[in-house]
Each structure stands twice: as C-alpha cells, then as structure tokens.
C-alpha cells in the first residue's frame, strides 16, 4: 500500500508556460536547434520542434495549440517564392520547410499571435508578406560588410558587426539601447520590405538587420543569432523574454 504520491504527481500543476512552436528543416537532426530550445526554455516558454510535411488538418490542430512562433536559422528560402531564378551561389533549399513556416507565418501574423524571426526566420517572414531577398549578398551586394561569418572558422558569438537600433522600436524598448554588437552568419538578406514591416535595425553597410510590423502584439525578426549571445551582458535573454512574454509568459 503507498501512501506518498510518486514524486512526478508532486510537480504535476497547471503551467502557464506557452507554448512555442519552432519548425525543423526535413530529416534534419534536432541539435541544430538546441541553442533556440535552451533560449526559449529558460525564457519561460515550451519548445517544440516541429519537423514539415504536415496534412492539412495537422496543421491547423498544431496552429491551434500555438501561442506564439519560433522561426530559426537555416538554408535559402527558394527563390520562386519571391518570383526570382535560382541565383547560381544560392544554397540548398527545403521547399517542405518552406512550405511549413510561410503558412504558420501567415496565420500568426493574422491572427495577431507572437512572431520571432530570427536569421533565415527573417527572411521567411519578408517572403511571406510579399517581399525580396538577396539571394547572395557578396555576389549581388558588392561593398557589403562581411556578413558570413560562419563557423567553425567563427565562434557562434563572434561580433562580426554593429546594428544601429530605430529609436522608439519594439526592439530598442527591449535590448534598452540604440546600437547593439551582433553575430551575422548569413549570405543572404532583405531586399525589398514586403507590406506591414517597419525596418528597425540596419547594418554600417545600410543592409536591413531587423523589422517589425508595427500594430502586430509582437512581430519582429532579426537577421542575427541572439540564441548564441546570450552570454554577452547587452544581449542576455532579452529577446527572448520579451518574446515569451508577448506568448502569455508570466
Ligand atoms: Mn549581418
């Protein structure tokens, strides 16, 4: 006869910690994402890991368990999307990941649910709002920063560049400056703003480095890894606290 309760009952109260959903690349193993899973964890938040190829109904069942999104850094998003050829140094692309974050994106930037874009998320966002990319900056964007700086040559928290903040931004009230040291490992970028977003950081170079959709709770991306700079003291977890709390986070 037990009288104590197994120790997994004790802890087993209602938790008020949201639910984020961030989306995987096809059969990519999950470690690629452990950097954003531990951001959004102590963020206060739940990850989970979504991998493409979703039946309609799946879709809208996980859509509906949502309280905000994660999209994560990765490959190119394919050109045809935003009516462009395949530029020749563009990368490998995953049309069912694709496929997958443009319509979680389009569903939370309706339904008005919180939106993190962060690096290839960024761009994701633009193309699904209509924009353009760069397909590759150092070919298309000739005088740019080095803006590729990759590992392992590069540690993940190696400064590569400054970002100059718009003051008064969702993203200046929450990193609290107007210029902040960032990480850049991207070769591609945002071209033309596609409708609703507002560019709200910009490198030396003039390329736009984060945006937000001003009248959205909280929609915002960034071409920046701040899942690998959460060690430096003008990063932290601000980002990502700011993000789990817009999810319903206390
Ligand atoms: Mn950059």
């Given at each position: 006869m037990h009288h104590h309760l197994p120790p997994w009952?004790?802890?087993?109260?209602?938790?008020?910690?949201?639910?984020?959903?961030?989306?995987?690349?096809?059969?990519q193993s999950t470690w690629y994402y452990q950097p954003?899973?531990?951001?959004?964890?102590?963020?206060g938040g739940i990850p989970r890991l979504t991998s493409p190829d979703l039946d309609e109904e799946a879709l809208e069942a996980l859509a509906s368990r949502m309280d905000g999104l994660l999209l994560a850094g990765g490959g190119d998003v394919d050109p045809c999307l935003y009516g462009q050829a395949p530029h020749p140094a563009l990368g490998r692309v995953d049309r069912a990941r694709d496929d997958l974050e443009l319509a979680l994106a389009c569903l939370?930037?309706?339904r008005g649910?919180?939106?993190?874009?962060?690096?290839?998320?960024?761009?994701?966002?633009n193309v699904a709002t209509g924009g353009t990319l760069y397909q590759d900056l150092p070919s298309e964007r000739p005088g740019s920063l080095q803006h590729g700086c990759?590992?392992?040559?590069?540690?993940?928290?190696?400064?590569?560049?400054?970002?100059?903040?718009?003051?008064?931004?969702?993203?200046?009230?929450?990193?609290?400056?107007?210029?902040?040291?960032?990480?850049?490992?991207?070769?591609?970028?945002?071209?033309?703003?596609?409708?609703?977003?507002?560019?709200?950081?910009?490198?030396?170079?003039?390329l736009v480095e984060a945006m937000e959709a001003p009248g959205h709770p909280f929609a915002l991306g960034v071409q920046w890894h701040p899942e690998s700079l959460i060690g430096l003291p003008e990063h932290g977890l601000r980002l990502f606290a700011a993000f789990v709390r817009a999810c319903g986070a206390p």
């Open positions: 009952r004790k802890s087993a109260m209602p938790s008020p910690r949201p639910s984020i959903i961030i989306p995987t690349g096809s059969g954003y899973v531990d951001a959004v964890q102590k963020a939370a930037l309706r649910l919180p939106i993190l874009g962060i690096c290839r998320g960024i761009q994701v966002l990759f590992q392992p040559q590069f540690p993940a928290d190696h400064i590569a560049h400054e970002v100059t903040l718009e003051p008064g931004s969702l993203l200046a009230r929450t990193m609290g400056r107007e210029a902040l040291p960032v990480n850049s490992r991207h070769h591609q970028g945002v071209d033309r703003l596609g409708e609703g977003w507002r560019a709200v950081a910009h490198a030396p170079d003039g």
